[in-house]
């Protein structure tokens, strides 16, 4: 019997797969909203590159705000008003 199976592209064998498995598994109940392609991705990515993850995470560099956060959006309409109001000025 084969134990590797294809999985979003990669080769895994069967313990392997239980492990992906049961993170997903984890990650789905931690973040519902998210898609579960998100997470299969997210672990996909963590577990290929384990040393710039922990770096991310211990640096914090996750935690910044969002370019899509109400605040961000807000600094964004803010600055294109303020551009619209010079070039008035400048005519």
Known sequence: MDTEK???GKQLDAKSMAEKNTSI?????DFPDVP???LDMLYDWVSDNPIEA???????EWERESIFSTASNKKYIDTLNARS???????
Do not use: F, N
Request: net charge positive; hydrophobic share 40%; no cysteine.
């Open 6 to 8: 294809r999985y979003i």
């Open 25 to 29: 598994k984890q990650l789905r109940r």
């Open 36 to 38: 579960e392609l998100w």
């Open 54 to 60: 922990e770096r991310i995470m211990v640096s914090g």
């Open 85 to 91: 109001v010079d070039s008035k000025l400048l005519h």
